[in-house]
Protein backbone atom coordinates (compact mmCIF):
# COMPACT_ATOMS: atom_id res chain seq x y z
CA UNK A 1 0.00 0.00 0.00
CA UNK A 2 1.49 3.41 -0.63
CA UNK A 3 1.97 6.23 1.89
CA UNK A 4 -1.51 8.11 0.31
CA UNK A 5 -3.35 5.60 0.91
CA UNK A 6 -2.57 4.29 4.05
CA UNK A 7 -3.31 8.63 5.40
CA UNK A 8 -6.41 8.25 3.58
CA UNK A 9 -7.06 4.82 5.69
CA UNK A 10 -5.83 6.31 8.64
CA UNK A 11 -7.54 9.71 8.60
CA UNK A 12 -10.96 7.61 8.12
CA UNK A 13 -10.38 5.52 11.07
CA UNK A 14 -9.70 8.33 13.40
CA UNK A 15 -12.47 10.03 11.97
CA UNK A 16 -14.72 7.15 12.81
CA UNK A 17 -13.46 6.89 15.87
CA UNK A 18 -13.42 10.26 16.94
CA UNK A 19 -17.16 10.00 16.28
CA UNK A 20 -17.73 6.49 17.77
CA UNK A 21 -16.43 8.10 21.34
CA UNK A 22 -18.48 11.08 20.97
CA UNK A 23 -21.28 9.08 20.71
CA UNK A 24 -19.88 7.35 23.74
CA UNK A 25 -20.47 10.36 25.79
CA UNK A 26 -23.61 11.40 24.16
CA UNK A 27 -24.88 8.73 25.14
CA UNK A 28 -23.95 8.80 29.30
CA UNK A 29 -24.42 12.49 29.54
CA UNK A 30 -27.30 13.33 27.78
CA UNK A 31 -28.59 10.56 26.26
CA UNK A 32 -32.02 12.27 24.92
CA UNK A 33 -29.97 13.56 22.66
CA UNK A 34 -29.26 10.20 20.76
CA UNK A 35 -32.78 8.99 21.16
CA UNK A 36 -32.30 6.94 24.15
CA UNK A 37 -34.61 7.28 26.92
CA UNK A 38 -32.70 9.11 29.77
CA UNK A 39 -33.29 9.82 33.23
CA UNK A 40 -34.76 13.07 32.46
CA UNK A 41 -37.64 11.45 30.29
CA UNK A 42 -38.16 8.73 32.96
CA UNK A 43 -39.49 10.94 35.75
CA UNK A 44 -41.04 12.64 33.18
CA UNK A 45 -42.97 9.87 31.71
CA UNK A 46 -43.79 9.15 35.22
CA UNK A 47 -45.25 12.21 36.29
CA UNK A 48 -47.88 12.40 33.13
CA UNK A 49 -49.08 8.63 34.09
CA UNK A 50 -52.64 8.58 35.31
CA UNK A 51 -54.42 6.04 37.32
CA UNK A 52 -57.18 3.94 35.85
CA UNK A 53 -60.25 5.23 34.23
CA UNK A 54 -63.22 6.10 36.50
CA UNK A 55 -66.36 4.16 35.94
CA UNK A 56 -69.02 7.31 35.71
CA UNK A 57 -72.65 6.35 36.73
CA UNK A 58 -73.93 6.46 33.18
CA UNK A 59 -71.11 3.35 32.21
CA UNK A 60 -72.65 1.62 35.56
CA UNK A 61 -76.26 2.25 34.46
CA UNK A 62 -75.70 1.23 30.73
CA UNK A 63 -74.21 -2.02 31.73
CA UNK A 64 -76.93 -2.91 34.24
CA UNK A 65 -79.86 -1.75 32.06
CA UNK A 66 -80.62 -3.58 28.65
CA UNK A 67 -81.73 -1.39 26.03
CA UNK A 68 -85.20 -0.30 25.78
CA UNK A 69 -87.05 -0.20 22.65
CA UNK A 70 -84.81 -1.55 20.60
CA UNK A 71 -87.22 -2.96 18.07
CA UNK A 72 -88.70 -0.10 16.31
CA UNK A 73 -92.60 0.26 16.27
CA UNK A 74 -92.68 0.31 12.35
CA UNK A 75 -90.17 -2.83 11.81
CA UNK A 76 -91.87 -5.72 10.54
CA UNK A 77 -90.71 -7.51 13.87
CA UNK A 78 -93.02 -5.77 15.46
CA UNK A 79 -96.33 -6.64 13.75
CA UNK A 80 -98.29 -9.60 14.13
CA UNK A 81 -99.26 -10.73 10.78
CA UNK A 82 -101.67 -13.57 11.67
Known sequence: ???????V???GALVFF???GSY??????WPEWVGLTGKVAKESEKSHVGG???ETSFWKKM???????SK??????SHDRS
Open 9 to 11: FAM
Open 24 to 29: VVFVFF
Open 18 to 20: LSL
Open 63 to 69: AAEPMKG
Open 52 to 54: PAE
Open 1 to 7: MSSGGFE
Open 72 to 77: SENSPQ
